[in-house]
């Protein structure tokens, strides 16, 4: 029997949603801002994203040892990284145009920002969370994210050059404020029980693991670094051409928030239905699903082919997500490694950043070669990566 989401769960999960809210202004529309103070210069993108995810990969590995030495004081760190983030948004609008001439500041600004997030974030998720409710909690956080996603782009979209600083000061004190007050109700006592003999070490946690636990771990770092490409590279790749196809934030919030439901929707019926025997039907349709996309987008990238790769994109490529997120949360119990817990987490962090990093790479080089052929050979790269991902997910899962 299946036992309900406790008070941590829910709070932690209640954090990430108003976090969600947060990081449009981070991300997407981030973007988007960045695109039109630089004349479209996806170079400037491609390094903003490479710093970031390079800072956020390293800061996981520093703090490692604070994580796993301090278990006590994760909750602490989590609200710093919130803290941090809140800065660096206000910071943006402070700065407006001035980004384009800071923006390497800026993404190192980010990066830290991520690494004190994210890095005690996932393992608490890990510790919080049980096993028999990891489907229910991803999927359910999932779409109430996607719900989020329904309604706040299309309020930023069309506000977004118009608030002014004073306004987006006060929503962001809020949202910080309300981040900092659920995340008391997250129980401290839940973290480190398991490896407080162990003091943090990379190289003890591999010296540790069985021929088999190795074999099965590599399958997830492989995931993890297909992860880090698909997800984010093509996330980015997707706004940078929607941006240039419609040219307005307008747009763009109005097909996020359309493209969200179709998500919702995909969500919903995963959550309900999937179970690991459906797994290789369910892995090849979204793979074709998104390779059609991507094939219709490379033929010719006008408003109907943009409009049908995104579809596609967006009802497979979060189930996909999620998938991965129960998978490598799960496998800390079912692998005996709760003592590593914290250097599991790092690796998996570390094969995600090389995944992003060399995704945004590619985008880096389609940037300086500034044709529209090489831009249709880097997505068609990039999501060749998603059947890839289909069958190591499938090996995983069987």
């Known amino acids: 029997m299946k036992s309900k989401l406790d008070k941590s769960a829910k709070s932690l999960m209640a954090c990430d949603l108003t976090n969600s809210i947060v990081s449009l202004f981070g991300e997407t529309f981030l973007v988007a801002y960045f695109l039109q103070i630089s004349n479209e210069n996806i170079i400037q993108v491609s390094i903003f994203y490479i710093i970031l995810y390079a800072l956020l990969g390293i800061g996981s590995i520093l703090l490692g040892n604070i994580i796993k030495n301090n278990p006590q004081k994760r909750v602490a760190i989590y609200r710093f990284g919130i803290i941090v983030k809140s800065i660096y948004i206000l910071l943006m609008v402070l700065f407006k145009e001035e ?7 800026f993404a190192m600004f ?40 329904i309604v706040v782009p299309i309020i930023l979209g069309t506000s977004i050059e118009l608030t002014s600083f004073t306004n987006m000061a006060i929503y962001i004190f809020v949202l910080t404020l309300i981040q900092i007050i659920i995340s008391l109700h997250i129980d401290t006592n839940k973290f480190g029980t398991q490896g407080k003999k162990e003091k943090y070490s990379l190289k003890k946690y591999i010296n540790s693991l069985s021929i088999y636990q190795k074999e099965k771990l590599n399958k997830i770092y492989q995931l993890a670094f297909l992860y880090g490409i698909m997800m984010d590279t ?13 040219k307005t934030s307008l747009n763009l919030g109005i097909l996020t928030t359309v493209f969200s439901i179709f998500s919702m929707m995909s969500l919903y019926l995963f959550n309900k239905v999937y179970s690991k025997k459906y797994s290789k039907k369910l892995l090849s349709f979204c793979a074709t699903l998104v390779v059609f996309g991507v094939i219709c987008l490379i033929v010719d990238i ?6 049908i790769y995104n579809f596609t ?8 997500e999620v998938m991965f997120k129960i998978k490598a949360d799960d496998v800390v119990k079912e692998y005996n490694i709760e003592k590593w817990i914290v250097e599991y987490h790092t690796f998996i ?5 090389i995944g992003r990093i060399t995704g945004f790479f590619l985008m880096l080089i389609a ?27 499938y090996k995983v899962e069987k």
């Open 99 to 105: 980004i384009n001439r800071y923006f390497m500041a």
């Open 110 to 149: 980010y990066g830290i920002a991520e690494a004190l997030y994210w890095s005690t974030h996932d393992v608490m998720n890990i510790e919080i969370v049980e096993n028999e409710n990891r489907k229910k909690y991803m999927a359910t956080k999932r779409m109430l994210d996607k719900l989020i996603h």
């Open 234 to 246: 093509i996330r980015v790749l997707v706004v940078i051409i929607t941006i240039m196809t419609f």
């Open 302 to 307: 006008n408003k109907t082919t943009l409009i």
């Open 313 to 320: 994109y967006n009802i497979t490529i979060y189930i996909l």
């Open 349 to 353: 962090e570390g094969f995600m950043e």
């Open 367 to 393: 940037g300086f070669l500034n044709e529209i052929f090489y831009f249709k050979l880097f997505l068609l790269i990039v999501t060749v990566c998603i059947p890839i991902y289909g069958i190591t997910m």
